[in-house]
């Protein structure tokens, strides 16, 4: 076990945990923030996409040592209120249904539109492509990617 000071939401929290363990599992059973989701623990689903400094990555694959001083933001971190652009669209556009992979797409979709704040059809499915959803709602992330991207 090893002591881990990490900058989580713009909050330092203090952890001892084995330098092995993923993120995604010190944030849900550490920290009880649950809002990032395991899909299918190989970096494959984009159900457990975080920030961290500002990039998407999938929190199954990093581990707490390999975090350091970065600043991680998960989706309970995105906006204090929910209305982060991003998170304004998806209700606009109506796009969850079963919600399971949502924080997953958000968080990539938020990470995109910092950098391209006019995407093209073709760049948003780049930026998505990972992030499985299993209801099949791509059109209406689509769309809200693209309202969100006005709103910015």
Known sequence: MAKYLLNINGKQNEIEVDPSTPILWV???HLKLNGTKYGCG??????CT????????RSCQVTVSMVGNQK?????????????????AWIEHDVPQC???????????????????NPSDDEIEAAMHGNICR???YTRIKAAIKTAAKSS
Do not use: W
């Not at 975080?50 to 990555?57: D, P, Q, W, Y």
């Not at 991680?72 to 304004?88: A, C, F, R, V, Y």
């Open 42 to 47: 190989i970096a494959m689903c984009g159900a």
């Open 72 to 88: 991680i933001t998960t989706i309970e971190g995105l906006s204090e209120n929910g209305d982060h652009p991003i998170q304004k």
């Open 135 to 137: 209801c099949g709602t």
């Open 50 to 57: 975080i920030h961290l400094e500002g990039i998407a990555v």
């Open 27 to 29: 944030l849900r059973d």
């Open 99 to 117: 919600g399971y992979c949502q924080s997953g797409q958000i968080m990539t979709a938020s990470a995109f539109l910092k950098n391209n704040t």
